[in-house]
């Protein structure tokens, strides 16, 4: 089997394996919105919108690209391969117009995070959901 076909496979097992379903999009408790439309998440994940609608910065949180979490998020709810929102972020950063966004290691640091960062949005498995955050529905 050559490199390709094992990346090919790979990333096959990944999308078969992966927990549909699984993630939910939510934001610091300041953050005055109850839904964002697909495309406004797009917007906001690929760093292209780094403010919220009442003029405050928008923090972005994010896992590895190759977390099971963020690969099901990237494609779930962005409609993208995680390699593909990787790109955008470089093309920003080379360019010298954009930032990537800060990288957690854990739900647990994505959960802290977001709790204690007002402008904060991530995302984290359904079942950690609590009060100190909010879930943002996605049109």
């Not at 490199?3 to 992966?18: E, I, K, P, V, Y």
């Not at 739900?107 to 359904?126: F, H, K, V, W």
Request: aromatic share 8%; glycine share 6%; charged share 20%.
């Amino acid at each position: 089997m050559t490199f390709a076909n094992r990346g090919f496979f790979a990333a096959l097992l990944l999308c078969l394996t992966a927990p549909l379903g699984a993630v939910d999009l939510v934001v610091n408790e300041s953050v005055p919105l109850d839904t964002l439309s697909r495309s406004a998440v797009r917007s906001i994940f690929s760093m292209r919108t780094t403010s919220w609608p009442d003029g405050k910065p928008i923090q972005v949180f994010v896992m590895g690209d190759r977390t099971e979490l963020h690969a099901t998020f990237s494609k779930e709810i962005l409609g993208v391969f995680p390699h593909q929102l990787r790109r955008a972020w470089n093309r920003q950063i080379f360019t010298g117009t954009g930032q990537a966004p800060a990288k957690v290691e854990t739900e647990r640091e994505m959960l802290d995070r977001i709790t204690n960062t007002p402008g904060a949005i991530g995302y984290i498995s359904e079942e950690l959901i609590n009060e100190q955050i909010r879930k943002i529905a996605v049109e």
